[in-house]
């Protein structure tokens, strides 16, 4: 009576709150140990059915699970009660209760709706005007934009942009063959051949940057004003020409730069005074005007008064003594390889530059043709205050 007595003093001297917050405590150390595995997909995997099979197995005593413990599992993995139910359900079916009882799902790996097959060889027979666009596409396949926009994305179609290319006659391949083989090094050993390091070519084009375009893209605010751009007639937009002379760079043993290659860029302008004052400026005042027409005599002038005069200046000495090439197209506006004015100038100050042409409707043997020009274009930017502004095209080009 005594022991009973004094058991009962010190049940009732603990605090049944206490007792409670252990066992919540014990429950939230438990539910942190297991894998807290997030369900936003309709279906789950196996390893998360068998994640959430677990931790029933954990709660559950003799095989039966408490009260609640279903509820707290699906609070836990974010899913409905029922999914874990049926899961609990499922593992119950088997012989015994353990962590490796298969509670996988019992659907077949191809459920669901079934893919429309399509066969892709009945491309080939559609001409490539009726493939143009998805939409094209799909009235000559009879099938559905998404479809073929789906065989698109997983790699069965493919997209391609046709652009067009010089056409080459057998004259025009033959000089291209006649000139990669002068780019041949001559040697001694005829089975050990090499290219030439074309350090001493240099190439020469010319491009048109228009001041504006027809059609201007730009991203506004909603209470941004539309700004306006405005030309005498868009057929004939202002335009100026470019001629810009590039060669291969010089670097020392050590890799310091000798020499960038960029020889300079030559504007088709001419500097006129003002003949009447306006709002903009007086009379007198110096003006850029642009020159339009280029013909044999004035390239034939920047390239005796200007290029020659520029590759004495940035070339480098030591090379001075060798041979000196200066390519060009074959425009009609160039002059001839044998021309005497430019080769009377072309041997002044112990310098031997000579002229050559590059095979016909062949733009890949120039590298200006191959994307410089192109870079300084997109690099210039345009819009309504550049439209009748060619000095400041000048400015953003050279």
């Given at each position: 009576m005594a022991k009973q007595c004094n058991s009962r003093s010190v049940l009732g001297k603990i605090d049944l709150n206490v007792l409670?917050?252990?066992?919540?405590?014990?429950?939230?150390?438990?539910?942190?140990?297991?894998?807290?595995?997030?369900?936003?997909?309709?279906?789950?995997?196996?390893?998360?059915?068998?994640?959430?099979?677990?931790?029933?197995?954990?709660?559950?005593?003799?095989?039966?699970l408490k009260k609640n413990t279903t509820y707290k599992v699906a609070q836990l993995f974010r899913v409905s009660m029922r999914t874990v139910q049926r899961i609990w359900q499922r593992g119950k079916e088997n012989e015994g209760l353990d962590s490796n009882t298969n509670v996988s799902s019992k659907k077949a790996l191809n459920c669901g709706r079934k893919r429309l097959q399509i066969d892709v060889n009945q491309f080939r027979h559609i001409p490539l005007r009726r493939r143009t666009t998805l939409r094209y596409l799909s009235v000559a396949t009879n099938l559905s934009v998404t479809t073929l926009f789906r065989q698109l994305k997983e790699g069965f179609i493919r997209h391609h942009s046709n652009a067009i290319k010089p056409l080459l006659k057998v004259e025009n391949m033959k000089a291209r063959i006649r000139f990669c083989l002068?780019?041949?090094?001559?040697?001694?050993?005829?089975?050990?051949?090499?290219?030439?390091?074309?350090?001493?070519?240099?190439?020469?084009?010319?491009?048109?940057?228009?001041?504006?375009?027809?059609?201007?893209?730009?991203?506004l605010l909603p209470d941004e004003d539309e700004s306006l751009c405005t030309c005498k007639s868009k057929t004939f937009i202002t335009k100026v020409m470019f001629m810009a002379v590039l060669t291969h760079p010089r670097f020392d043993e050590s890799g310091n730069e000798l020499f960038s290659g960029k020889i300079r860029i030559f504007p088709f302008i001419n500097k006129e005074p003002a003949r009447r004052s306006n709002k903009n400026r007086s009379a007198g005042t110096m003006e850029t005007k642009t020159i339009n027409s280029i013909n044999k005599e004035i390239y034939r002038s920047y390239i005796?008064?200007?290029?020659?005069?520029?590759?004495?200046?940035?070339?480098?000495?030591?090379?001075?003594?060798?041979?000196?090439?200066?390519?060009?197209?074959?425009?009609?506006?160039?002059?001839?390889?044998?021309?005497?004015?430019?080769?009377?100038n072309a041997t002044k100050d112990g310098f031997d530059i000579?002229?050559?042409?590059?095979?016909?409707?062949?733009?890949?043997?120039?590298?200006?043709?191959?994307?410089?020009?192109?870079?300084?274009?997109?690099?210039?930017?345009?819009?309504?205050?550049?439209?009748?502004?060619?000095?400041?095209?000048?400015?953003?080009?050279?």
């Open positions: 409670s917050t252990l066992e919540a405590t014990n429950e939230v150390n438990d539910i942190d140990k297991e894998v807290n595995t997030h369900v936003s997909q309709k279906n789950l995997t196996n390893e998360q059915r068998q994640a959430i099979f677990e931790s029933l197995l954990k709660r559950s005593v003799n095989g039966q002068s780019m041949i090094e001559q040697g001694n050993n005829p089975n050990c051949l090499r290219f030439v390091t074309m350090e001493n070519i240099i190439h020469v084009d010319e491009k048109w940057f228009y001041m504006t375009k027809q059609l201007e893209k730009y991203y005796v008064e200007k290029l020659l005069l520029a590759i004495r200046d940035k070339w480098l000495r030591i090379d001075a003594r060798s041979p000196i090439f200066i390519q060009q197209d074959n425009a009609k506006p160039h002059i001839g390889l044998d021309d005497e004015y430019f080769q009377s000579r002229l050559i042409c590059q095979p016909p409707n062949s733009l890949d043997m120039n590298v200006l043709d191959l994307g410089f020009l192109n870079v300084i274009q997109a690099l210039i930017p345009t819009g309504a205050q550049l439209c009748r502004c060619a000095h400041r095209v000048c400015s953003k080009v050279i």
